[in-house]
């Protein structure tokens, strides 16, 4: 047997560790010296795109940052873990914020960075409708979101749109967790208690319905109520006053995921979020991509208008969970989107 010399085995280890490293996606390995950050999501969803592209892209890690994500499961829960310092930066809705703000909290949550513009869940029927209006929804029994959270408080505005009262021309159940409505919606029997005709969904749930003949989407509440601040990235005052290099890193890594999906097709886009999405089809996935564009769902940059958190905060007066305005300046930081854009 031929013996191989100790230096021929290293130089192999060496040849072999180099062509991993060739092989290997550099987006996989981060830096030793990158500063950790504790990212929280609302929850995992296609909606959420340009924020999976600069994972994905190792936008994140060319700015320095290693950054770890985890899911909260819905506003409340994403907000407590940023409260108590289980999370550096919180992604849901900006009314969690305006919550905390009035309820007296010291070290506030402040949002700094806007993605996206749009409603991201649709209404999904227990049977096909052509035509669909609003007045159809009369009468029903849906099954809608967390109260006072933004996908019901959307809900419940485009129904007043139309001239529909949520609390007596319809049943709204609110009390399933969220992220489990598709599957509650899918099981149910007819006669069975909470047996619904509508449901309100996320993507993927929206599309999976449809895939299993469970259920029809017959609305974007995206395109139904218009341009509305849906999610935005939020940290503590004090992470902010104490952080600013680590959140403008952050926040240059997010525009370059907003600038990838502006300028890539749908078929690109989803390709690259994939990995985020084992459990789905690449072929739904680049749906679902599709449908949120041509709907407009994702701002251009991470500016948070005054504007826009005007109409927020009129959305949760007309939902009954505000009963006076909070300072716009004190809830909203637009030095890092400024930068970037």
Same mark, same amino acid.
Not at 5 to 34: E, F, H, Q, W, Y
Not at 64 to 74: A, D, F, Q, R, W
Not at 91 to 109: K, N
């Given at each position: 047997?031929?013996?191989?010399?100790?230096?021929? +085995?290293?130089?192999?280890?060496?040849?072999? +560790?180099?062509?991993?490293?060739?092989?290997?996606?550099?987006?996989?390995?981060?830096?030793?010296?990158?500063?950790?950050? +504790?990212?929280? &999501?609302?929850?995992?969803? +296609?909606?959420?795109?340009?924020?999976?592209?600069?994972?994905?892209?190792?936008?994140?890690?060319?700015?320095?940052?290693?950054? &770890?994500?985890?899911?909260?499961?819905?506003a409340d829960k994403t907000m407590t873990a940023l409260l108590t310092g289980e999370a550096d930066i919180g992604?849901?809705?900006? &009314?969690?914020?305006?919550?905390?703000?009035?309820?007296? !909290?010291?070290?506030? !949550?402040v949002n700094f960075a806007q993605l996206t513009q749009r409603a991201g869940n649709f209404l999904v029927s227990r049977t096909p409708i052509d035509n669909f209006n609003w007045n159809m929804i009369k009468g029903t029994y849906v099954l809608g979101g967390r109260k006072g959270g933004m996908p019901q408080m959307v809900f419940e505005y485009i129904l007043k749109m139309n001239q529909i009262d949520p609390e007596t021309d319809l049943t709204i159940d609110t009390s399933i967790d969220f992220g489990s409505t598709a599957a509650a919606f899918a099981g149910a029997k007819e006669g069975d208690a909470g047996y619904a005709d509508f449901t309100v969904e996320f993507e993927p749930h929206a599309t999976s319905l449809e895939t299993q003949q469970k259920g029809y989407i017959v609305a974007s509440l995206g395109v139904d109520s218009g341009y509305v601040p849906y999610t935005a990235f939020s940290a503590r005052k004090s992470y902010i006053e104490e952080n600013p290099e680590t959140l403008l890193a952050f926040t240059k890594a997010l525009q370059k995921g907003m600038d990838y999906v502006a300028d890539h097709s749908a078929e690109e886009i989803a390709s690259v979020i994939k990995p985020q999405f084992p459990e789905t089809e690449l072929d739904t996935i680049t749906t679902i991509v599709t449908r949120y564009q041509t709907q407009d769902t994702w701002k251009k940059d991470l500016i948070y208008t005054e504007d826009s958190f005007q109409l927020l905060q009129n959305i949760l007066m007309e939902a009954g969970e505000l009963e006076e305005y909070v300072p716009y300046k004190d809830l909203v930081n637009n030095t890092f989107a400024e930068q970037v854009k």
């Open positions: 047997m031929r013996k191989i010399k100790p230096l021929s +085995i290293l130089l192999a280890a060496v040849l072999a +560790i180099s062509t991993l490293a060739t092989g290997c996606d550099r987006k996989s390995v981060p830096d030793a010296s990158a500063k950790k950050v +504790i990212l929280n &999501e609302v929850a995992h969803s +296609i909606f959420y795109a340009p924020m999976y592209v600069a994972i994905e892209e190792g936008y994140f890690a060319d700015e320095g940052i290693n950054l &770890e994500l985890v899911t909260g499961y819905g992604f849901m809705g900006s &009314e969690a914020s305006v919550y905390t703000y009035l309820q007296g !909290a010291q070290d506030y !949550a």
